[in-house]
């Protein structure tokens, strides 16, 4: 009997630890053979702990497990109160187009030999006997833009560092996923690990790079520990080392682990942090590309970007561009987070609306109420109230509506949420992950605090103030934290003014 | 109290451990982290001639990232997620709920030094929200009821 028990930290903080233990146990009591395998997750966050058990019918799924509900995994299962059918089978997994996590919760994270076996390795198998110049010419020809936020094409960045010339390049991927509301690195990471290898790996045969560093915030545990195991596992195969599957030329990762700043997410801050500085951002120029990490040409990309240039080349740069709308092409992993009844994760092309993704795949509030407000992309993302639901999910569809994706993270809130404890929020967070390079995010960001306060005491006349400093803050900070900061601010402010305008004697 | 001569012998290892890598500032201190419980103001100097940097600019790094301890924190840390998919789910109740039984604020250990309360932003958990993390064990769903729970727990 080969049981599948996740892995994945949102399956282990709802108790798939504990549900592991209790299966082995009841195997022992029963003296059965039970082959228990950890994968990462299917993405379906409130099915889970998701058990699967594989049958002559396929994988057939149990779910949410408690440990009450093991001793029916070993009865007849057709009877199970929390059988789910084939797992496949499933209006979440089937409405999906899962390229770049199509591997994600199906097979054994840190089994090489199951990767290889689900398409893995046969992108770098192909990328290995192509030069520099046509690797980067079919990232480009992909589409392929920065999914960590920025929506930079890929393909640019890694001509510009390909192009450079050093006595050293590296590859740096940005795993400090900090943004609330996303969690698709540490999915990627946590249930597929070769991905991001092997994707880190094409990116140093086309740039001429031959180190890497994975720098994994330190608020991810097991994303750091299955990476570690993995890198560890892939050189002793060859497939990292001295040789890149035995005819490459070099090319080894390193895992650092960050220290709690969300400001180490901005690609430069990153970098000092790596260096071992305080992650303060640098200025633009000089580009990462051209004087990155130790003043070296370095590719900085996101999780899901590296991890996506393998099925770019295992099945083509026309197959993946096909996906998607306007300069959006490919697909991207939708985080469905917040008050909602189904919440996730779900690859899918660009494309859908806001509300085919709120009212449609996430089913609207887990509580019952009606949904007032999404915010899209992370803390320095917009609220988009109802009236813009019809917003396709693209980077210049979001732009055009003052807003963002982001790294495709949405948050849903109900009805109770008040809009200007929000936007205090969103200055108060950023007051405190300021790294304190520049005035207007430093100083601003604590000024903005302030003058919510007033906003909320009932003094109508600090809004256009608040307006002021956003303007300031936006156009005068040197990265996104200081800079986008304005966006859910001013989204608030904009689209539910009711909640900005307090009386003040409701206020005392 | 820390023994200083055990603190020395061992940062000396750590130290020696990390002498390859490129940029060893981060590895080190979280090795000391790991090791000690906190950053002693007394490895500072060692770690500073190792990587010829200042006490100051090793300092400025410390103080830097919210990871790094500079005294030792309670007996247990409880980490509650403050970010905006757990507050769509009622975090702030939650927080209010742990401050007050604690007795403590954020950043605060209780009197008897059994709980540091800190707050996170994002455990990557914003599908089951309101999110914890209880001396690095991860807890999704966490109601007031939960908080209580994990309370005795660490109180036991």
């Not at chain 1, 640019?156 to 795993?175: F, L, M, P």
């Not at chain 1, 003052?402 to 008040?418: E, M, N, R």
């Not at chain 2, 060692?46 to 790094?61: D, M, R, T, W």
Request: aromatic share 6%; charged share 20%; hydrophobic share 45%.
């Amino acid at each position: 009997m080969k049981i599948y028990i996740p892995l994945d930290s949102a399956a282990v903080a709802l108790g798939a630890d504990a549900l592991a233990a209790a299966v082995a146990a009841e195997a022992r009591r029963l003296d059965r053979e039970v082959e228990i395998i950890r994968n990462g997750s299917r993405g379906m966050v409130w099915l889970e702990p998701l058990v699967e058990v594989v049958t002559p019918q396929g994988r057939i799924g149990f779910g949410p497990m408690t440990p009450a509900d093991v001793p029916g995994l070993f009865a007849d299962l057709a009877v199970h109160p929390k059988a789910l059918g084939p797992v496949e089978e499933l209006p979440w997994m089937k409405g999906q187009t899962r390229l770049t996590f199509a591997r994600v919760g199906i097979i054994d994270p840190l089994s090489l030999a199951d990767y290889e076996a689900e398409g893995g390795l046969s992108g770098l198998r192909k990328a290995v006997a192509m030069d520099p110049a046509a690797i980067v010419a079919e990232v480009t020809a992909s589409g392929l833009r920065g999914r960590g936020g920025a929506g930079f094409p890929t393909g640019i960045k890694w001509k510009t560092v390909s192009e450079a010339v050093a006595d050293r390049k590296y590859i740096v991927c940005n795993a400090d996923e900090g943004d609330s509301a996303t969690f698709a690195d540490r999915m990627l990471m946590e249930g597929d690990p070769f991905t991001l290898i092997e994707g880190m790996i094409i990116a140093g045969l086309a740039t001429g790079a031959t180190k890497g560093f994975v720098y994994i915030r330190s608020e991810y545990p097991v994303a750091i520990r299955v990476m570690e195991e993995a890198c560890r596992l892939a050189r002793a195969a060859g497939l990292l080392g001295g040789s890149v599957l035995g005819s490459g030329p070099a090319f080894d990762i390193e895992i650092r682990v960050g220290a709690g700043a969300y400001v180490c997410g901005e690609e430069t801050s990153l970098l000092n942090s790596l260096e071992g500085k305080r992650g303060v951002v640098r200025a633009k120029p000089p580009l990462p590309a051209l004087e990155g990490f130790l003043g070296r040409p370095t590719v900085v990309n996101n999780v899901i970007s590296l991890a996506s240039v393998p099925v770019i080349f295992e099945k083509g740069a026309a197959f993946y561009k096909d996906f998607g709308l306007g300069r959006s092409r490919g697909t991207i992993p939708l985080q469905i987070a917040g008050n909602v009844r189904f919440g996730g994760l779900y690859e899918v092309a660009f494309g859908l609306t806001l509300g085919d993704i709120v009212d449609g795949i996430a089913g609207g509030c887990a509580t019952g109420r009606p949904v007032k407000a999404v915010q899209v992309g992370g803390p320095l993302g917009a609220y988009h109230p109802r009236s813009e639901f019809d917003t396709p999910f693209g980077y210049e569809e979001f732009a055009g509506k003052d807003g963002l994706i982001g790294h495709a993270g949405l948050t849903v809130f109900d009805d109770s949420a008040d809009m200007l404890k929000q936007a205090r929020f969103a200055m108060e967070f950023c007051a405190i992950e300021s790294c304190g390079k520049c005035t207007p995010c430093r100083i601003g960001a604590v000024r903005g605090v302030e003058t919510v306060d007033r906003i909320a005491k009932g003094d109508a006349a600090a809004i256009p103030l608040l307006t002021d400093l956003c303007v300031t803050m936006k156009s005068g900070s040197l990265c996104a934290l200081g800079g986008f900061t304005p966006y859910p601010v001013m989204s608030a402010l904009t689209h539910f003014p009711d909640d900005f305008a307090r009386s003040k004697e409701a206020a005392e | 109290m820390l023994d200083v001569s055990m603190v020395s012998d061992r940062v000396a290892d750590i130290l020696a451990a990390h002498r390859d890598l490129e940029g060893p500032l981060l590895p080190i201190l979280h090795a000391i982290q790991a090791e000690f419980g906190y950053i002693p103001q007394s490895t500072l100097p060692g770690i500073a001639k190792a990587l010829n940097l200042s006490k100051a600019e090793v300092h400025g790094v410390i103080s830097f990232y919210h990871d790094f301890r500079e005294a030792p924190a309670g007996r247990h840390v409880l980490k509650l997620c403050r970010a905006e998919a757990c507050q769509a789910m009622g975090a702030d109740r939650v927080a209010a709920h742990a401050q007050g039984t604690l007795g403590v604020d954020w950043h605060g250990t209780t009197e008897d030094g059994a709980v540091t309360l800190e707050p996170v932003f994002c455990l990557g958990l914003c599908a089951c929200g309101p999110a914890a993390m209880v001396d690095g064990r991860l807890v999704g769903r966490c109601d007031e009821v939960e908080i209580d729970a994990l309370i005795a727990e660490v109180r036991a």
